[in-house]
């Protein structure tokens, strides 16, 4: 089955610098690739995803790249502010008409002032 | 829109009792997950139910769990001689049939056994 490594576990940069978060994924079958993002008590929220046949996905302040061929991918969040402070858990499946997803173990993203 | 419901939100029982937790999908919504999150650590798979497809148990950790979907619509997992190893945050999620569609996270239901 699918395992996924998620790297660090914790993160803490300063207000407005950049917070990068790294996976990589066993299975090569693999083809969707969500980041939720979960504050303290409250549900996962789907803040980007993306698809195999896609390189790189930006939105806004995010983006996600995906390395097929290595089997990593990666969350880029740039001008950090301190509601982005949370843990990020990413995720990996292959989607068929229904998609079982195996998670990282998360990280723990600190922006401070 | 609502999003996905769960109940109870908070369930305390001892070591040994049967335990239902209930999931209320997103409308229209027919896949139907259910992960597990245990303090500090990330979400494992445990089932998910497709439509009329047979669901997809292999996530189940023992026979003392079970889960089934009503009509289409509500599940409800089932946690039979519950054990402390059993605690941890269940978390329901539900999505549109179909290649690509995100799953929707409930706010889960959080589980002490005593």
């Known amino acids: 089955g699918e395992n996924v490594e998620q790297h660090p576990s914790t993160l803490s940069v300063q207000e407005g610098d950049s917070a990068v978060i790294k996976c990589t994924y066993s299975?090569?079958?693999?083809?969707?690739f969500p980041w939720y993002k979960q504050e303290l008590g409250k549900r996962p929220q789907l803040i980007i995803d993306?698809?195999?046949?896609?390189g790189e996905k930006k939105d806004q302040r995010i983006a996600v790249t995906l390395n097929k061929t290595a089997k990593h991918f990666s969350l880029h969040i740039t001008e950090t502010q301190p509601e982005d402070s949370a843990v990020y858990f990413c995720?990996?499946?292959?989607?068929?008409?229904?998609?079982?997803?195996?998670f990282g173990t998360g990280t723990r993203l600190q922006v401070t002032l | 829109g609502a999003g996905v419901s769960q109940s109870p939100s908070n369930k305390v029982t001892e070591k040994g009792k049967d335990v239902e937790l209930r999931c209320d999908p997103i409308?229209?919504?027919?896949?139907l997950y259910w992960y597990r999150q245990s303090l500090g650590q990330g979400l494992e798979f445990l089932i998910y139910?497709?439509?009329?497809?047979?669901?997809?148990k292999s996530g189940l950790p023992s026979d003392r769990f079970s889960a089934e979907r009503t009509g289409g619509s509500v599940s409800t997992l089932t946690i039979q001689r519950t054990q402390q190893e059993d605690s941890a945050v269940y978390l329901c999620?539900?999505?549109?049939?179909?290649?690509?569609?995100?799953?929707?996270f409930g706010d889960g239901t959080r589980l002490s056994i005593l």
């Open positions: 139910f497709q439509g009329n497809s047979a669901p997809d």
């Open positions: 995720a990996a499946t292959y989607t068929g008409t229904a998609s079982k997803l195996t």
């Open positions: 999620a539900s999505s549109l049939p179909g290649r690509y569609q995100p799953q929707h």
């Open positions: 993306i698809r195999s046949n896609v």
């Open positions: 299975d090569s079958a693999s083809n969707y």
């Open positions: 409308s229209g919504h027919t896949a």
